[in-house]
């Protein structure tokens, strides 16, 4: 079986070819221990304006794909286009900004035969404390609202077994993507394994994560999300 690897970036270029240089050596490793027989690397460049795009098409590597929205549509967006193009087995995403380590993806392969996803928690998570106190406030949100209970929602280290993200219609554009998928994942009786992961502070490029629009924008999807849920008795009944 094969594994697609999602790299979502947007104004990523100092770090994009890194970013995918270690997915590689991550991904051939798992290769060389009979984990996975195959892969792919998709980048999806989100409508950047630095060269994020043209860096990935010069390394020309055969097994690395890239998606490009011609403008910037949103880290769930982009998200959503990497999955529509996975045309492997398992799907894994994580961030092109190298604040996670790629080989800790073999932390979470050996559990995806027993669950359905396996998602990673930052431990000790390397952001300042507003930061920190935000993401604890968040989940505590998520909790209340949809009894989603994960250590780290937005983690940006997941693996998926294909089947829970193919039959999964995914509505938000932004940053409460991850939340969506979890709450519906959850819902649909897929396994959820946690598993502790590496986090590093950003070196290059810019943060956008904290962002006033980006995170009322993860406001208004989880307010569109909660109505929605509440007006669908199939998707809401538990609520
Ligand atoms: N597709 C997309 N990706 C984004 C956007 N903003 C940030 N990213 C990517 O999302 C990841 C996390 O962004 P970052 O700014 O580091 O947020 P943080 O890790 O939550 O602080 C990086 O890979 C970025 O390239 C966006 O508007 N669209
Ligand atoms: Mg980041």
């Known amino acids: 079986m094969g594994l697609s690897f999602i790299l979502p970036a947007f104004n990523e270029a100092q770090n994009i070819v890194e970013s995918v240089s270690q997915a590689t050596r991550a991904l051939s490793h798992l290769v060389d221990i ?21 860096q990935v098409r010069a390394m020309a590597h055969a097994q690395v794909r890239l998606v490009v929205h011609s403008e910037n549509q949103g880290y769930g967006a982009a998200l959503r286009s990497g999955f529509n193009a996975a045309r492997e087995r398992y799907i894994f995403f994580t961030d092109a900004d190298l604040q996670f380590d790629a080989a800790e993806i073999a932390l979470l392969t050996p559990w995806i ?60 554009e932004g940053a409460f993507v991850n939340a969506e998928i979890l709450v519906k994942a959850t819902k649909g009786g897929f396994r959820i394994k946690q598993v502790p992961v590496s986090h590093f502070a950003r070196v290059a490029g810019a943060q956008t994560g904290a962002q006033p629009k980006v995170v009322l924008k993860a406001f208004r999807e989880m307010a569109r999300f909660y109505r929605r849920q509440r007006g669908n008795p199939e998707e809401g009944a538990a609520f």
């Open 34 to 54: 009979s984990c996975i027989d195959g892969w792919e690397i998709v980048v999806v460049d989100d409508g950047s304006i630095d060269d994020t795009a043209a």
């Open 113 to 172: 035969d027993r669950f359905d996803i396996v998602v990673g928690y930052r431990s000790p998570r390397q952001d300042p404390w507003i930061r920190r106190a935000n993401a604890a406030a968040w989940g505590l949100a998520l909790y209340g609202a949809f009894g989603l209970d994960v250590e780290d929602v937005n983690c940006a280290f997941k693996l998926f077994r294909r089947e829970v993200l193919e039959g999964m219609e995914i509505n938000s």
